[in-house]
């Protein structure tokens, strides 16, 4: 049986209702535990007028251990000292949110790639880091607050299927750009940090659900199938990266690499890559991305 919200909440203060002032002190000292985890009993002597807040805390459910990763994007180069300070206080902010609903924040001003934290670091590196971070995360948190110019975290995560967040001031104009991207997308506008702190939770709380069902769907991408069958046609036929390279001149030697060595989330290769390249090869796109689709039909027939 499916419960409209509205429904749900006339039942339990039915039940509530129903229930002696006794009757509830017993099953609360039968049922719960305090947040601490010491069994404390409780009694009706004990009980006293609660902040409303604990009271909703008994009913709203508690994210379930599976854990999660985040990907935190925002313009970092080009900062005022002023600007800095409140993409850092937003991001801490964020992270705080993120870690109460056990989802863990990645973010490149603090882990590595960032143009303060790491300035020496290759913009290749940069690049493959960054973007194999947001291919393997379950929620893109963007931060609009300043322009930026990078790589476009944005789009990696619309190729990916990975829901986004989108978090501006009400001061804020956001690019259009952003707010185009036909992805699931979830657009906060705040006033104040308090203000943003209880939209990100409520969010959270409503989209964690669906990410932990997106995360077991897309964990069989985890292998690496397409560059596995992509490198052994390849070598089957006797060329090599340069040989492909060379028929494909949009193509380098190093995207090929990355291909045949990642796992398919972190390659997430376009289906123009995979058309091309199967026709190099002789084979179809079907074979390259899942090639016991044949013995699959063979099993249905």
């Known amino acids: 049986m499916s419960l409209s919200p509205k429904?749900?909440?006339?039942?339990?203060?039915?039940?509530?209702?129903?229930?002696?002032?006794?009757?509830?002190?017993?099953?609360?000292?039968?049922?719960?535990?305090?947040?601490?985890?010491?069994?404390?009993?409780?009694?009706?002597?004990?009980?006293?007028?609660?902040?409303?807040?604990?009271?909703?805390?008994?009913?709203?459910?508690?994210?379930?251990?599976?854990?999660?990763?985040?990907?935190?994007?925002?313009?970092?180069?080009?900062?005022?000292?002023?600007?800095?300070?409140?993409?850092?206080?937003?991001?801490?902010?964020?992270?705080?949110?993120?870690?109460?609903?056990?989802?863990?924040?990645?973010?490149?001003?603090?882990?590595?790639?960032?143009?303060?934290?790491?300035?020496?670091?290759?913009?290749?590196?940069?690049?493959?880091?960054?973007?194999?971070?947001?291919?393997?995360?379950?929620?893109?948190?963007?931060?609009?607050?300043?322009?930026?110019?990078?790589?476009?975290?944005?789009?990696?995560?619309?190729?990916?299927?990975i829901p986004i967040i989108l978090i501006a001031h009400n001061d804020n104009r956001v690019n259009r750009m952003m707010t185009g991207i036909p992805s699931l997308k979830f657009k906060l506008i705040y006033h104040t940090c308090k203000d943003l702190e209880q939209q990100l939770d409520d969010c959270l709380l409503k989209l964690r659900p669906l990410l932990e069902q997106r995360k077991m769907a897309f964990s069989e991408y985890d292998a690496n199938v397409v560059g596995n069958k992509i490198r052994m046609l390849r070598e089957e036929l006797g060329l090599t990266r340069a040989d492909v390279a060379k028929v494909m001149p949009d193509l380098t030697v190093e995207q090929l690499r990355l291909v045949e060595e990642s796992c398919d989330r972190h390659s997430d290769p376009s289906l123009t890559f995979l058309r091309r390249i199967a026709t190099v090869l002789n084979t179809t796109v079907a074979d390259l991305v899942q090639p016991d689709l044949g013995e699959t039909f063979s099993s249905f027939s």
Do not use: W
């Open 7 to 161: 429904d749900a909440l006339r039942l339990v203060q039915q039940h509530i209702n129903d229930v002696s002032p006794d009757k509830f002190a017993e099953e609360v000292g039968q049922y719960c535990i305090d947040e601490a985890g010491s069994g404390k009993t409780f009694t009706r002597d004990s009980a006293t007028v609660a902040d409303p807040r604990s009271q909703i805390a008994l009913l709203r459910s508690h994210p379930s251990p599976l854990s999660l990763d985040a990907y935190l994007a925002s313009a970092l180069t080009g900062l005022t000292e002023e600007q800095r300070d409140t993409i850092f206080s937003l991001s801490d902010l964020v992270a705080s949110v993120c870690e109460a609903h056990q989802i863990k924040l990645y973010g490149p001003r603090k882990d590595g790639t960032g143009p303060k934290t790491n300035p020496s670091a290759k913009d290749s590196d940069v690049f493959k880091v960054d973007r194999e971070r947001v291919l393997i995360s379950d929620l893109l948190i963007h931060l609009c607050h300043f322009p930026g110019i990078g790589a476009g975290e944005p789009t990696f995560a619309y190729s990916a299927l």
